[in-house]
């Protein structure tokens, strides 16, 4: 009997580990992230509006190449250690994309925000600290390595230590691809200013 109850434990943990570790479906994702589409929705969950409009010009990349937008972070999420001194890093793993710890939105003419995708990023040194030699992935696609290179005057990090991310652009085609850095339908053109500005227009 004992025998048999090892067994069955040991299938139940397996069968516990396999869920935990299964990838989600881009449907799934976008179910889970759709509540999203109100920026204040983001904004109650603890999400924190950059600065910033990011574009690939910005990062020293073709402005054909397009643009990431506005990131909104759950700085929890990210496990941020240290601000801007001179850059943001983190000790977080967080990798699960039913709680993206980025949103992405797209500033609109009307000063409003759409939501165009979501990420998932990981601080280099944490991410190896955890024991991993490959970079994280996500339906076996490695996510993109991001580092500055102090030989440009592009800061091709946009202030954050070397990181892994994976942006999926959800809400928003990209013929780049859905797991492309940069997308040439998101536009920066207006954005005039703080982040939570927009978000107030809501």
């Known amino acids: 009997m004992l025998g048999t109850r090892l067994?069955?434990?040991?299938?139940?943990?397996?069968?516990?580990?396999?869920?935990?570790?299964?990838?989600l479906?881009?449907?799934?994702?976008?179910?889970?992230?759709?509540?999203?589409?109100?920026?204040?929705?983001?904004?109650?969950?603890?999400?924190v509006a950059d600065t910033e409009c990011t574009t690939a010009a910005m990062m020293g990349r073709s402005h054909a190449i397009g643009a990431m937008g506005v990131h909104f972070a759950r700085e929890d999420l990210l496990g941020i250690s240290a601000p801007p001194n001179p850059r943001v890093n983190g000790t977080g793993t967080h990798t699960d994309f039913s709680r993206p710890a980025v949103l992405?939105?797209?500033?609109?003419?009307?000063?409003?925000?759409?939501?165009?995708?979501?990420?998932?990023?990981?601080f280099a040194?944490?991410?190896?600290?955890?024991?991993?030699?490959?970079?994280p992935s996500f339906h076996g696609v490695p996510y993109d390595l991001m580092s500055d290179d102090p030989l440009t005057s592009a800061d091709e990090a946009h202030l954050f230590a070397p990181h892994y991310d994976r942006h999926i652009w959800l809400y928003r085609d990209n013929p780049n691809g859905?797991?492309?850095?940069?997308n040439p339908k998101v536009s920066c053109a207006h954005f005039k200013g703080s982040s939570q500005e927009h978000a107030n227009h809501r």
């Open 25 to 47: 479906s881009l449907d799934e994702i976008r179910s889970s992230s759709e509540r999203f589409r109100d920026v204040n929705v983001a904004l109650a969950e603890g999400y």
């Open 104 to 122: 992405l939105y797209e500033p609109q003419s009307d000063g409003s925000l759409v939501l165009v995708g979501v990420e998932n990023l990981v």
């Open 125 to 135: 040194d944490a991410w190896r600290a955890a024991g991993h030699d490959q970079p």
């Open 7 to 23: 067994a069955i434990t040991a299938i139940f943990a397996v069968a516990t580990m396999a869920c935990t570790t299964r990838e």
């Open 178 to 182: 859905i797991f492309a850095s940069f």
